[in-house]
């Protein structure tokens, strides 16, 4: 007894720690998940908005090169006000055109020269892709033409009383950011963040320089609000997106920004030291930094950082929650064993805690052969249950056949629906899967949306009319998401027999051959392995 209870004691202590370690191991995956996760969803968005900034430039160029340039009836609408010396277009307000037209403003009386005039016509016939690429982006707060001609095409809408071209625009950061002075390479360029004119919300601005003849005309700018990307970043974590000169664009977890350009340092209330190393830190490292976790990311495409951090104490206090029963359990056997010590009858009650303690590692060991999401076998438990099949079907000379499945664009549901609608993708394809198989054959999880199917006394054939019943069910599920909305999927199932000439290993290659030759048919299939020979 004196020898066993050092042994518990360090059994409970490594159980323990186990615990703990695999919690916190789990804590900081999900938080170094979620981050990607953000990262994939405003690369996505920038990627979007840097292919629309390229068709603005190629559509203000074909403009010039072509004759409908010069035939725009919209120039009829144009008006001069001689008491203030500008021109405008605010007679279309009101009307229809309002809904797709932006209102063309700019300094002095209505411009002769066929140049200038050219000029104008691209800036209203920019409003084509404006109104377009307003639909298609709604986090878009305003669209306009600035040209080196003095005049302003603004989108959507808006009377020349509340704006309207001044040479104070040129001066503005969104503007001479592109032009020549600033960008020699001629390309599209983000703006740090700013204040709106009205000094009511932050703006971050895509600028893209206009060249017509290797001739600078203008700048294209698309203003977008800090508002859609608050929401991209938002999470059960602290995140902040900080533009070239370390001031928050967005923040996430209900931490709201003010009207005013703040700091990463103000904002998240860190020394500059500390700033420092958030921004020099390894990207794509989750590092612990003056009791937080860390995640950095440089976005790809824009001149941003996204910082997300969590309090170091959630994690561990979680972890240790964690231990918490498994270690008042443990201490409750350590109290029935000093009694056992005293009196008689605590012997019964030790013998029985020790016999529940194997039967909770067998079920330990149950477990560590099974996948926990899908309570299909894992590698270990395939291999096991493969070995102890293979005997009884030697013995006979069973025909065996083997189905590898694998779930089509599963990657899509994750980064759509998030990895809660994946879980649920990958639990519902287990149980079709188990329903359409008998007790004794295999079905095992692969690897992250990859099944295994080993058929104990199916020949090919057979194999083949199983995996088409798993697709097809599969094909005709419905899954239903945590916002009422419901989405199906398909998968694609490569099918080969067992040859005893040769390795079982082989026969997976060739079902995994099958497989994918079915992808490469589009999907959604079932191939067989003699299909390829």
Known sequence: MKLKKPIIILLIFISN??????????????????????????????????????????????????????????????QYNSKE????????????????????????????????RDDLNLAIHFNKVFNKLYQKLPDIKWMSYISE??????????????????????????????????????????????????????????STPIYHRKQFMGVVTIDFSNFRFNEMIDSNYESCLVDENDFVIASGHKKALGKEVISMEEFLDISDFTANTMKHMEVNEVKRINGYYVYSIRLTNAPWNLFIRVPAWTILLQSILTTLPIMLICLFLLLTMNEAEKRKQTARL????????????????SAAKMDFLTTTYNRRGYEEKLTEYMKETEVNKLPISVLIADIDFFKHYNDTYGHAAGDKVLINTAAIMQRNVSKKDIVCRWGGEEFLIVLFNKTYEEALIVAENIRKDIETSLIKLENSQTLNFTITIGVAEYERDNSFDQCISNADKALYNGKEQGRNKVTGSRYLL
């Open 350 to 365: 030790l013998k029985d805690s020790i016999v529940e303690l194997k039967s909770y590692q067998r079920l330990l060991e």
């Open 149 to 206: 001609n003095n005049f302003i095409n603004h989108y959507p809408f808006i009377y020349s009383k509340d704006f309207r071209y001044t040479d104070d625009l040129k001066k503005q950061i969104f503007y001479t950011k592109a032009a020549p002075e600033e960008n020699y390479t001629q390309k599209s360029v983000w703006t740090p963040v700013y204040l709106n004119q009205d000094k009511t919300e932050l703006i971050v601005t895509y």
């Open 17 to 78: 720690l186990i615990t703990y370690q695999n919690k916190y191991d789990s804590l900081i995956k999900d938080f170094k998940n979620n981050a990607i996760s953000k990262e994939a969803i405003l690369n996505r968005h920038i990627d979007l908005i840097s292919g629309y900034a390229d068709i603005i430039s190629i559509f203000g160029n074909g403009i010039y090169q072509s004759t409908e340039a010069s035939n725009s009836r919209f120039l009829d609408f144009v």
């Open 85 to 116: 010396n500008y021109f405008h277009t605010d007679v279309i307000g009101g009307t229809i055109m309002e809904k797709t037209e932006g209102n063309l403003t700019g300094v002095g009386r209505i411009p002769t020269d066929i140049t200038v």
